[in-house]
């Protein structure tokens, strides 16, 4: 009986020492390419991002550097979005159940320019000839009824109406 626990106990430090191993030289950044191809393709818009590396702060996640998005055909200097840190963890538990539960969302340096034009269209993903909602529509929705906690830091958020009315800006520190 001694031998099995023992063997067991080593099984099980062989083990979480290889998922330490993976974790502490897996380096998400060189899957940077995919990962925007693949998030422009489902929000129609371009996106940019500076670097992607794995983050435990709050639990299983992932931090973006300099993330930006704009229209597509426009240049950078019209990006609508920009934030100059983001970290996004999620639960672990339902991960086993192929369930992807957000549980933080955290943006540092956020400047969000909005505009009429810009809150008047609908997120479309690729499917967008087909009647139902696109995934993009899906996955904004799910991420609105998942996210446990949002906290916004050190922002600004600008709102520019399409008459002749004042910038309207909203700091957030």
């Excluded at 992807?100 to 969302?105: E, F, G, H, P, S």
């Excluded at 609908?122 to 799910?142: F, N, R, W």
Aim: glycine share 6%; hydrophobic share 45%.
């Amino acid at each position: 009986m001694k031998k099995i626990l023992i063997i067991l106990v080593v099984i099980f430090l062989i083990f979480v020492g290889a998922i330490a191993i993976f974790v502490l030289t897996f380096d998400i950044n060189r899957y940077k390419g995919v990962i925007i191809e693949k998030a422009s393709q489902t929000m129609q818009k371009d996106i940019t991002l500076e670097r992607i590396s794995l983050n435990f702060s709050h639990g299983l996640g992932c931090k973006i550097d300099g993330l930006a998005l704009k229209e597509k055909n426009t240049g950078w200097d019209s990006a609508w979005l920009k934030a100059a840190s983001t970290e996004i963890s999620v639960r672990i538990l339902p991960l086993f159940k192929k369930d992807v539960q957000v549980n933080r969302i955290e943006i540092q340096g956020l400047d969000l320019k909005l505009s009429d034009e810009l809150l008047k269209q609908p997120m479309q993903s690729v499917d967008s000839s087909q009647e139902k909602p696109g995934a993009g529509t899906i996955a904004l929705g799910a991420l609105k009824f998942l996210a446990r906690a949002i906290v916004i830091k050190d922002s600004v958020i600008t709102y520019m109406p399409e008459k002749n009315i004042p910038a309207i800006k909203i700091g957030i520190s």
